[in-house]
């Protein structure tokens, strides 16, 4: 059965980090492109790191620029994580990884490009 389970969220305080994972089950992640995205209460959901197979190039919203790392273990073709730093309170939200056989990142991830989902973890940033 294939299927991703991201693990790492919880509740925080402005300017601490988390690191999320992402297990990919029934298959490896060799030949896949890699995203993260977040829906936010009332909010549309929104891609916000994309990592491409084919060359290895990162995308990022404005957002998270410089705050946010979107990565692979190389050791294990199973896992990518987002590493998340200096958290906001609007970085509160539900976080999704994402995965699809070898597509260039064009921008830091648009829905229809992917289509392997995890359940989501929860993100809360207090001020």
């Known amino acids: 059965q294939v299927q991703l389970v991201e693990s790492g969220g919880g509740l925080v305080h402005a300017g601490e980090s988390l690191r999320l994972s992402c297990v990919a089950s029934?298959?490896?992640?060799?030949?896949?492109?890699v995203g993260w995205f977040r829906q936010a209460p009332g909010k549309e959901r929104e891609g916000i790191a994309c990592?491409?197979?084919?060359?290895?190039?990162?995308?990022y919203v404005d957002s998270v620029k410089g705050r946010f790392t979107i990565r692979r273990d190389d050791a294990k073709n199973t896992i990518f994580y987002l590493q998340m730093n200096s958290l906001k309170p609007e970085d509160t939200a539900i976080y999704y990884c994402?995965?699809?056989?070898?597509?260039?990142?064009?921008?830091?991830?648009?829905?229809?490009?992917?289509?392997?989902w995890g359940q989501g973890t929860q993100v809360t940033v207090a001020s």
């Open positions: 994402a995965t699809d056989f070898f597509f260039q990142c064009t921008s830091s991830g648009t829905k229809r490009d992917f289509g392997f």
């Open positions: 029934g298959f490896t992640l060799d030949a896949y492109t």
């Open positions: 990592l491409s197979k084919r060359d290895g190039t990162t995308k």
